[in-house]
């Protein structure tokens, strides 16, 4: 049987696990403090539980998501069938000193090692501290487009 949009054991699925582990810039959305949403680009990094963010203290992002905040995060596959991770969760916010480790592993999941390592290097030269957001997923699914499609467009090929 196939998992239920929102069940997060679709997370453990290997659909989502490529996506959680490529080096496709996840898509963030949340809410604006004047309450109109923004979507943006960002990098990841997926510790088996939880989405991590690193981004720097004056980061717009910063001003409008603290903890609590509700948001969403897509990655998705650039090629024909699209694969789609959808996560919906709430944030969590602190500060570490220098780059978030997380944004280490990230950097170098999308760099490459010494890529990687060069871009950390810089990014702690520029910044002191960083702002770790931590989404712990609430609900989830996976599109792939092969087996499982958005509900209008099952909905349409069983007749409904």
Known sequence: MAIQAGDLAVLTDPVAQELLQSTIPARLGYVWRDGTPRVIPIWFHWNGKEIVLGTPQ????????????????????????????????????????????????????????????AWVGQVGSMFPAMTRITITPEWATVLDFEQRFPSAIAAAMAGR
């Open 58 to 117: 004056k980061a717009p992002k910063v001003h409008a998501i603290s903890t609590g905040s509700k948001v969403a995060l897509s990655i998705d596959s650039t090629t024909w069938p699209y694969k789609v991770l959808q996560i919906r969760g709430t944030a969590r916010v602190d500060t570490v000193n220098g780059v978030a480790p997380e944004y280490a592993k990230a950097a170098e999941r999308y760099m490459g090692a010494e890529g990687g390592r």
